[in-house]
T-cell receptor
Framework: GQSLEQPSEVTAVEGAIVQINCTYQTSGFYGLSWYQQHDGGAPTFLSYNGLDGLEETGRFSSFLSRSDSYGYLLLQELQMKDSASYFCAPTMTGGFKTIFGAGTRLFVKA | NAGVTQTPKFRILKIGQSMTLQCTQDMNHNYMYWYRQDPGMGLKLIYYSVGAGITDKGEVPNGYNVSRSTTEDFPLRLELAAPSQTSVYFC??????????FGQGTRLTVV
């Protein structure tokens, strides 16, 4: 079967660093993506890891360990506008399907 | 840059009615997807397509049908709408290498 686990909620203060962890179990794993979704909006792509290690894109970084079926998204210098839901999303080789978990709701406080 | 375009943005259906959600992309992506998202939940994959003429079921296909006659278009058909199909529907496309682009969504209510 397939499963995804990430924390349901995280709260942090402006300017801080927050890490959102994700563990997954899928068949035919290809890579791990992260998406941001503001209330009422569509998911938008943040980062992708096809290989083990760290990918950095501005204030956002993402990490993958295939052997541990584990990844995380690191958000630095948090801003109020970062308050949103964040989804880790494994892509599988069969049809390059991407599946989503329930997401992590991030609240950034002043 | 249009990206992925979905229509309509909002729709109210009566139980038993049918409708088609339209989706088109202008990025020449082979892979296209339909997801539904219930309030406070993640996205569930309904159907996907790896190219024109090829479609396959996702996690929650019951009550839906799709077609992919061209690379650009991937309509989703709801037959005999039920209240359980009240949701936000997202169409998406991808090159198949991790970056998926989403349309703005269709908010569907079945009453």
């Amino acid at each position: 079967g397939q499963s995804l686990e990430q924390p349901s909620e995280v709260t942090a203060v402006e300017g801080a660093i927050v890490q959102i962890n994700c563990t997954y179990q899928t068949s035919g794993f290809y890579g791990l993506s992260w998406y941001q979704q503001h209330d009422g909006g569509a998911p938008t792509f943040l980062s992708y890891n096809g290989l083990d290690g760290l990918e950095e894109t501005g204030r956002f970084s993402s990490f993958l360990s295939r052997s541990d079926s584990y990844g995380y998204l690191l958000l630095q210098e948090l801003q109020m506008k970062d308050s949103a839901s964040y989804f880790c999303a494994p892509t599988m080789t069969g049809g390059f399907k991407t599946i989503f978990g329930a997401g992590t709701r991030l609240f950034v406080k002043a | 840059n249009a990206g992925v375009t979905q229509t309509p943005k909002f729709r109210i259906l009566k139980i038993g009615q049918s409708m088609t959600l339209q989706c088109t992309q202008d990025m020449n992506h082979n892979y296209m997807y339909w997801y539904r998202q219930d309030p406070g939940m993640g996205l569930k994959l309904i159907y996907y397509s790896v190219g024109a003429g090829i479609t396959d079921k996702g996690e929650v296909p019951n009550g839906y049908n799709v077609s992919r006659s061209t690379t650009e278009d991937f309509p989703l058909r709801l037959e005999l709408a039920a209240p359980s199909q009240t949701s936000v529907y997202f169409c998406a496309s991808s090159t198949g290498e991790g970056m998926t682009f989403f349309g703005q969504g269709t908010r569907l209510t079945v009453v």
